[in-house]
């Protein structure tokens, strides 16, 4: 067959790979969950065979993650903030403005995070045997535990690219097409030319780490979420916290790949045919998932006192220049300033950190110290303003920070995973008018915190 031509949208600096097949009236995006290569794509039947039946009702775009496949490749591990740009960049480039998202395990926190994020650009997701974090904790027990992680890594570290480990995971991934010489032989080259050996265990580790539970109950768009047999558990997970969620069970027991299974292939094309073409317009959220970054002048109650005021608001009229540069740089939106506060909004904790630790430094260099709180969570879209529990969080969390600390929610640090900036444990605390503790961290080393 003909391969579909590939284009590249620009992601900051990044070309990311796509190409475009179908010509629907709705568009799909096809975001894979763990690895992906538009080449060897098109070399499986099965994966063809639900490409088309896609492509039967819709526009489908696929494209390869940063890093991976015909993308460009990244020094460093790639965050989920950062390919939710690679999402926005393609689906810009293609001229769609609300699509439908696809992925399957580990891709649908990446797909999970863009709906809530960007609510206005997602018409619906459709999930295959979702994950929502990587390590297992008292509400979420089906995530490897620590001594099969470890054990894990230390494979993948000898093994990755090596025909034995490669059949081994597709044993475990597909156990259906385990005997198969010749899909065996595909999945082998597409494995090889979708990661790197370096490039996969950097990706297990932020598998490891990345956990959207916080996120779920921001998602507000219809999701249909397809369960293996038997191993149902994430999928309920996700359908719990997802408002909008219907979950379809799956014939068979093939644990990822239903393309794979021809049963289940057959349930997913039908099923997401229902779904997508009965799907009504979007209606406007009045509710988004936001990073809010509160900063505030230390010690200005003191300052004002010994400066004056004429001295004292040419020093907050610095303050406010400061925040108001950074802010820009990092792709952010100023919400408000009171007094000697000024809050921030970003679709991306990891550039808000980005954007305190260089106010912290640049405003160091002017005799004046700042803090800092950064919080991730759904907020009520007021106008301009954003207003609700996260808004009161990130407040209530830069109310706790010393000169020059950023301190940061437990949501930001699990959405930062891969991202190199590196935390110090600050306890739990409990935030004034806030129900339940909240473990608090400190940003110790934002070398790796992201700009545009």
């Known amino acids: 067959m003909e391969l579909p031509e590939v284009y590249y949208a620009r992601s900051g600096d990044l070309a990311i790979a796509y190409q475009v097949v179908g010509n629907g009236p709705v568009d799909i995006v096809f975001a894979r969950g763990f690895a992906g290569d538009l080449v060897s794509t098109w070399e499986q039947p099965l994966l063809v065979r639900q490409i088309e039946g896609f492509a039967s009702f819709a526009r489908v775009v696929l494209f390869d993650k940063r890093g991976t496949g015909l993308s460009d490749r990244v020094r460093d591990v790639s965050t989920l903030e950062a390919r939710m740009d690679d999402?926005?960049?393609?689906?810009?480039?293609?001229?769609?403005?609300?699509?439908?998202?696809?992925s399957g395990q580990e891709g649908c926190r990446l797909t999970s995070l863009f709906a809530a994020t960007y609510p206005e650009r997602t018409t619906a997701l459709g999930m295959h045997d979702p994950t929502a974090r990587g390590a297992p904790s008292p509400d979420y027990p089906w995530a490897e535990g620590e001594e099969d992680y470890r054990r894990r890594m230390t494979e993948i570290r000898t093994g990755w690219g090596t025909r034995p480990f490669l059949e081994e995971l597709l044993r475990e991934w597909v156990p259906n097409r385990a005997d198969d010489p010749a899909f065996a032989d595909w999945f082998v080259w597409h494995m090889r030319r979708s990661l790197s050996p370096g490039a996969a265990l950097g990706l297990y580790r932020m598998m490891r780490d990345a956990d959207v539970s916080d996120v779920l109950p921001a998602v507000r768009v219809p999701t249909l979420i397809f369960s293996n047999r038997g191993s149902d558990g994430p999928s309920r997970y996700f359908a719990e916290r997802i408002s909008d969620a219907k979950v379809v069970e799956l014939p068979g027991t093939t644990r990822a790949y239903g393309w794979a299974d021809d049963e289940a292939h057959e349930v997913i094309i039908e099923e997401m045919r229902r779904f997508v073409t009965g799907l009504s317009a979007a209606r406007e959220?009045?509710?988004?998932?936001?990073?809010?970054?509160?900063?505030?002048?230390v010690g200005s109650?003191?300052?004002?006192?010994?400066?004056?005021?004429?001295?004292?608001?040419?020093?907050?009229?610095?303050?406010?220049?400061?925040?108001?540069?950074?802010?820009a740089r990092s792709?952010?939106?100023e919400i408000d300033t009171a007094g000697d506060g000024f809050l921030a909004s970003f679709d991306g904790p990891a550039r808000a950190i980005a954007c305190a630790s260089a106010a912290i430094e640049a405003l160091r260099d002017a005799g004046l110290d700042i803090r800092a709180g950064v919080h991730t969570g759904e907020c009520e879209v007021q106008g301009t303003k954003l207003a609700g529990i996260a808004v009161h969080i990130g407040a209530r969390i830069m109310a706790l920070a010393g000169a020059g600390e950023v301190l940061v929610s437990q949501t930001v640090k699990d959405l930062v995973s891969g991202s190199g900036i590196a935390f110090e444990p600050r306890g739990a605390h409990t935030l004034k008018g806030v129900p339940d503790e909240w473990?608090?961290?400190?940003?110790?080393?934002?070398?790796?915190?992201?700009r545009p």
């Not at 959220?285 to 002048?297: H, Y």
């Not at 608090?440 to 934002?446: F, M, S, T």
């Open 87 to 102: 999402i926005r960049a393609v689906v810009d480039d293609v001229g769609s403005e609300q699509v439908v998202l696809w």
């Open 285 to 297: 959220s009045e509710r988004v998932l936001a990073t809010v970054l509160f900063v505030d002048v």
């Open 301 to 327: 109650t003191e300052m004002a006192a010994a400066m004056g005021d004429r001295a004292w608001r040419e020093t907050l009229d610095r303050f406010h220049a400061v925040m108001r540069r950074e802010v």
């Open 331 to 333: 792709r952010g939106k």
């Open 439 to 450: 473990m608090i961290y400190a940003v110790a080393d934002a070398s790796g915190a992201a």
